[in-house]
Every structure is written in structure tokens, then in C-alpha cells.
């Protein structure tokens, strides 16, 4: 057999071992046509490699074994965080890419911590409001803690929701801290930034500084539809 040229004994190929020529898988790609790159975001899954991230669980898993996702059950899907994380940086434009509000969604926080670190830029929030059809949105059990001040606006959970109203928000049980004399930027709040209307705020709290107009819970104009706070 060694001296047949149609005999593979190449052990990276698929058909190693086989009576043919030595057959090799795309670029990226394993054996069985599914992505073999570990920076993709699709990793063991058919098809070419894809480094986009477009989803929350997208860009968790880019960043490590940080969330569990569940469901759906009843409609809902639920992202609970594993471990504490850090936004910094580097990593905090692409999450900005894709932290968009989505309809029957549930984020626990698990009671873990998410520390917020990026320098000189200000944070513009952990979510983004947009326009939902119907459906709810939870935030629950989790902790920002703040080593960069919120942007003007914008608040540590929820960002500026001027001019969005179709949308409701829970949040239940969650915190925005600082040790380092942060605040909150102009017109923005602690828990939400400017123009929050529908939804609840249970149980949540925020130590940063106030600017002018802004809130510890709310920024400006915020609860004119159906907001309640408890």
C-alpha cells in the first residue's frame, strides 16, 4: 500500500487510511463542513465561520464562559450571567453593536457584579432601548459598579429613551455603585436615562453623583406614560 499513490496516510486529512487520494476540508472548516476557527462566533456549527456579533449571546461567548442561556419556556428566554464580567475598552463598542431591547427576553444578573471601566469615555448604558411590538423586557439581580462615569442622557441600566416609547421594562433588584466619586452626566439616571416610560423599577438603588437634571433613579422626563417605582 505504501507504494500506491492513490493510498492516503496523511492523518489531516478526512479520508486518512483510505484507498484515494488524500482529501483535505475547506479553509475554516472541519471535516464535516462545520467551523473549525475557535474566534468565530459560530464555532461547530455548519456553514462558513462568521466573526460578526450581532447577539448578546454572541458577544458573551466571544468573551468567555460568562452566560447561561435558557429557554424558550413559555415564550421567554432567559441570559443568566455565570461569573462577574468587566466592560472596558475594548470590548465595550461591540456590545454596544448588539444590546439592543428585544421582546420576552429576561437578563439576570444572578446577583453577580458587572464593572464598568473604560477610561475616559462615559458609559452609554447596558441596554438600548428600541421599538417593541409586544413583549416584555427584564433586567434583574444585578450590580453595576462604575469606575467611568454615565453619559449625559443615557442611564446604567437603560440608555437615553427620548422619542421610544414602545417598548416596557422591568427592573428588579438591580444597583448602579461607585467607589470612585463617579456621576451621572447631564439629564441622565442612575438606573435609567432620559424619557423612560413604561415599565418598573423595583428594589434598585444607585450611589453615583447627580448632575444638573439628572436623577438617582430616572433622568429627565422620564415616567410621562406608565412608569412605576417601588
Known amino acids: 500500500c505504501e507504494g500506491n499513490p492513490i493510498y492516503c496516510d496523511d492523518d489531516t486529512a478526512c479520508n486518512t487510511g483510505s484507498m484515494n487520494e488524500c482529501q483535505y476540508p475547506s479553509d475554516g472548516l472541519d471535516c464535516e463542513g462545520n467551523c473549525d476557527n ?57 456590545w454596544y453593536g448588539c444590546n439592543d431591547i428585544l421582546s420576552n427576553i429576561i437578563f439576570n444578573g444572578n446577583n453577580k457584579t458587572i464593572t464598568i471601566d473604560l477610561g475616559t469615555d462615559d458609559w452609554e448604558g447596558l441596554f438600548k432601548p428600541t421599538n417593541i411590538s409586544d413583549g416584555l423586557f427584564k433586567i434583574q439581580n444585578l450590580t453595576l459598579k462604575f ?42 439616571g442612575g438606573i435609567v436615562g432620559r424619557g423612560f416610560n413604561e415599565g418598573t423599577i423595583q428594589y434598585c438603588s444607585n450611589n453615583l453623583g447627580i448632575s444638573y437634571l439628572g436623577g438617582g433613579i430616572c433622568g429627565s422626563n422620564a415616567g410621562q406614560s406608565d412608569l412605576t417605582i417601588k
Not at 58 to 85: H, M, Q, R
Not at 168 to 181: A, L, R, Y
Request: a negative charge; proline letters at 2%; one cysteine or more.
Open 147 to 188: 469606575k467611568s462615569n454615565i453619559a449625559s442622557y443615557c442611564g446604567g441600566f437603560i440608555s437615553d429613551s427620548n422619542t421610544i416609547t414602545g417598548y416596557e421594562v422591568n427592573i428588579w433588584n438591580c444597583k448602579s455603585i461607585t467607589d470612585n466619586s463617579n456621576f451621572i452626566g447631564t439629564y441622565g
Open 38 to 94: 475557535s474566534a468565530a462566533t459560530n464555532l461547530g456549527e455548519p456553514g462558513s465561520c462568521d466573526f460578526e456579533i450581532n447577539t448578546i449571546e454572541e458577544f458573551f461567548a466571544n468573551e468567555g464562559d460568562y452566560l447561561n442561556v435558557s429557554g424558550p419556556d413559555d415564550g421567554i428566554t432567559t441570559y443568566k450571567l455565570k461569573t462577574d464580567f468587566t466592560f472596558n475598552s475594548g470590548n465595550v463598542s461591540l
